[in-house]
């Protein structure tokens, strides 16, 4: 789901917009807000790129860490100072923050910047709202066991695309929580699969396994109701949505109405973090463009 998807790969691998290069560095903002006025410009490089591998090599964003660990990575960086002014012993940060800052193609910059509006605002005035009705009405357990059936339902597309990829281990564990979760788990409702067994999910689209044939992502697209993608990835949804178990309701009043609850239902188990991102964020659009970009990457290569 949009919102869920965004919030996830975020958090968990930032954006080089956040580690972007202003034109004064004394005027650059870190993910913890702006360096200390005492430091110098080289010591503010290099406290960049410590911040940035410390938090990637954790898998945490870095607004998450704790204030003493900031402070303990700000020394480090005036530590260091002397040691860096010809590279020193740092120069595998500067190769890590450099070989993140890979080029989007992105030819719709104007268009893609008013559709994010126009999903951010959808959001805020309308799926929010009923997201948090929702989250009143109804107990966190009983809204992941919804979330737990629709993502059972995702079992043929997520088996079907394991296959391609030739990762026919996963593509086994895949129908061995379909059979133990429909059955046990009563309709997908539970996860014994992963809760007694162990058994992790492994989804996969076929975006994803176009892009593991090779196909490039193509220029940044951002879709109405749907948000950040490419022109890969939005050709590859096509194909999606015949594997969707949802779409095989007839009546399409039905159709649209299962998946309005799905997406409200997700929601409602995220609120609060949209809003922490966009508070964060120094620019929407290039934030959820770079990390949406990043992460399908990462997805593809694993």
Do not use: C
């Not at 309709?187 to 892009?211: N, S």
């Not at 309701?249 to 299962?258: R, T």
């Amino acid at each position: 789901m949009y919102w869920r998807t965004l919030l996830i790969i975020v958090l968990l691998f930032g954006s080089n917009e956040l580690f972007a290069s202003p034109q004064s560095p004394k005027n650059r903002l870190t993910p913890l807000g702006p360096f200390p006025e005492a430091a110098t410009s080289t010591q503010q490089e290099w406290a960049h790129y410590i911040i940035y591998w410390k938090a990637r090599s954790a898998k945490q964003a870095a607004l998450a860490l704790p204030q003493q660990q900031v402070n303990n990575l700000y020394a480090q960086a005036d530590t260091a100072s002397e040691s860096f002014s010809d590279g020193g012993d740092f120069a595998e940060f500067e190769e890590e923050f450099e070989a993140n800052k890979n080029e989007v193609s992105d030819p719709f910059a104007g268009y893609n910047r008013s559709m994010t509006t126009f999903n951010d605002k959808l959001y805020v005035w309308l799926l929010q709202p009923v997201a948090a009705g929702w989250d009143w009405a109804i107990p966190q357990e009983g809204r992941r066991s919804i979330n737990s059936f629709f993502t059972n339902l995702w079992y043929p597309l997520r088996l079907l695309n394991n296959l391609l990829q030739g990762k026919l281990v996963h593509a086994g564990e895949e129908t061995a929580r379909f059979v133990i979760n429909s059955t046990i788990g009563i309709f997908g409702l539970f996860d014994p699969a992963k809760d007694w067994l162990g058994l992790e999910a492994h989804p996969e689209d076929f975006g994803q396994t176009l892009g593991y044939w090779g196909l490039g992502s193509g220029p940044h697209i951002v879709l109405p109701f749907f948000g950040p993608s490419n022109l890969r990835d939005s050709l590859a949804l096509t194909f999606d949505w015949q594997f969707d178990a949802v779409t095989q309701i007839e009546d399409p009043y039905s159709e649209y109405g299962a998946r309005a609850f799905r997406v409200i239902n997700d929601t409602s188990l995220h609120l609060g973090e949209y809003e922490s991102l966009k508070k964060d964020a120094l620019d929407l659009y290039p934030f959820l463009r770079d990390a949406y970009e990043q992460k399908r990457n990462k997805d593809i290569q694993e």
